[in-house]
């Protein structure tokens, strides 16, 4: 599957640095299946993120991306996981490295401006939680 799970999470996206996110995921060669603004509710963001349910940061987390709306997308190209997690650039911002999306939008760990799937597995499981197979384009 070349497919993967993005989301331009709420601080990008409240900050109106979505158009920027898309321009470069487009300009790296990533074709866009599938996109759509979501206001997940507190239960949805749980239920996205259940693999996290017994981290310490799981309310923070839940809290912050059921916050305001964000921009679910599904995202094609070869290697689709890996060369997302390569634009994305590390969890922590501050460590991302230049030229990455977390390093140039993010602001904190929590508020690190984009997400996307972290194994094939699991992106298959991501895109169903949002799109069903007639919005794949
Ligand atoms: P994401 O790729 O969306 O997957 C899980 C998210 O949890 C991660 O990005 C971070 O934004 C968030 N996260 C990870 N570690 C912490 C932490 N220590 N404190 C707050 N949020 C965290």
């Known amino acids: ?80 996981v890996e060369e997302w997690r390569k634009l994305m650039g590390a969890t922590n911002p501050a460590e991302a490295a230049e030229g990455t999306l977390r390093k140039q939008f993010g602001s904190s760990i929590g508020e690190n401006a984009v997400h996307g799937s972290d194994s094939k597995e699991n992106a298959e499981i991501e895109i169903a939680y949002f799109f069903n197979k007639l919005e794949l384009v």
Not at 12 to 32: C, H, M, P, W, Y
Not at 54 to 77: H, I, Q
């Open 1 to 80: 599957m070349n497919l993967t799970l993005g989301i331009i999470k709420p601080d990008a996206v409240s900050k109106g640095l979505t158009g920027k996110i898309l321009d470069r995921i487009l300009s790296e060669g990533f074709q866009i299946r599938a996109m759509k603004l979501v206001h997940l509710t507190k239960k949805q963001a749980e239920g996205f993120y259940a693999v996290h349910k017994d981290k310490g940061f799981f309310e923070e987390l839940t809290n912050f991306m059921s916050s305001a709306p964000c921009v679910v997308m599904v995202l094609e190209k070869e290697n689709a």
